[in-house]
């Protein structure tokens, strides 16, 4: 039997069919697994196509419930697909191999994923864009998309490439290491940091009332809470939203909502 190899354009077509399919279909109940069934398509077709028992069998194992970060993750499938080219070669390779690493990859991948874009890189660009279009220059969000997918686009096809090449046990040899925590914990470091420092940019918050006490005017601001903490109350804002969120486990919506009611309240009696 002639051997079953993946060419360069298998590879990279599923790629970016995984990159921009991934969420397409995402729902409760198998979250990103149709969205990897549509960018190996083709693949399962090459491998197995001749062979129509495995090729049912490979679309159902990978309808199973998969969910990771998709840029990142990219390594997990691109694993996968070295994976499924040994198994339809001849090597015994289960069902529960597959599945096993991409259950055991994808949870680890996806906070490595989403604290290097969504806690790092996402704060870091919009201190960029946000600072541009603040001043009303148009290239803020212009830099801002441009940079994003510069950046996201490449990394993710590293990853994809990568975790093809170096199969299931190089991956788990770099997991296995230090480094890699060490990179996590420096971007959740550096992620915390620029939060903070658009926190104190961006949320505004002041008291424009005067206490009047005999005929001294006390202005609660400038005299009390200047003094006694510069920006308190911007810091106060943000933690509640943060206690919002966080411990609460109220949606982004719901916090804005509550939010607008404080500010809608506090100028109509003359406190904010």
């Avoid at 080219?85 to 529960?96: L, T």
């Avoid at 096993?100 to 870091?124: H, N, R, S, V």
Wanted: positive net charge; aromatic residues 10%.
């Amino acid at each position: 039997m002639a051997e079953k190899k993946l060419s360069k354009k298998d590879i990279v077509t599923a790629f970016w069919r995984w990159t921009f399919f991934s969420h397409a279909n995402y729902n409760y109940e198998r979250l990103e697994a149709t969205g990897l069934v549509h960018s190996y398509k083709h693949i399962i077709k090459k491998l197995y196509g001749d062979n129509p028992e495995e090729y049912k069998a490979c679309i159902k194992r990978h309808m199973q419930f998969f969910n990771t970060e998709p840029h990142i993750g990219g390594c997990i499938p691109g694993i996968v697909l070295a994976m499924e080219e040994k198994r339809a070669n001849g090597e015994p390779i289960s069902d529960d191999a597959i599945n096993g690493i991409k259950t055991g990859l994808m949870g680890p991948f996806a906070g490595i994923g989403d604290t290097l874009w969504q806690g790092t890189l996402t704060p870091i660009l919009l201190a960029f864009g946000v600072s541009l279009g603040a001043q009303g220059n148009l290239l803020g969000p212009i830099i801002y998309t441009l940079l994003m997918f510069g950046i996201m686009f490449p990394v993710a096809y590293i990853c994809w490439m990568k975790g093809y090449e170096l199969g299931g046990e190089g991956i788990a040899k770099i997991l296995g290491g230090n480094a890699l925590q060490m990179v996590i914990t420096g971007a959740s470091a550096m992620g915390a940091i620029v939060l903070g420092a658009l926190s104190c940019q961006f949320v505004t918050v002041s008291s424009p009332l005067v206490i009047k006490i005999g005929e001294m005017q006390l202005a609660l601001q400038a005299d009390v809470f200047d003094k006694l903490f510069a920006g308190i109350l911007p810091l106060g804002v943000t933690m509640l939203t943060l206690w919002l969120i966080k411990d609460k486990k109220l949606k982004s919506t719901t916090v804005m909502a509550i939010l607008v009611l404080i500010g809608i309240v506090g100028g109509v009696i003359g406190i904010l």
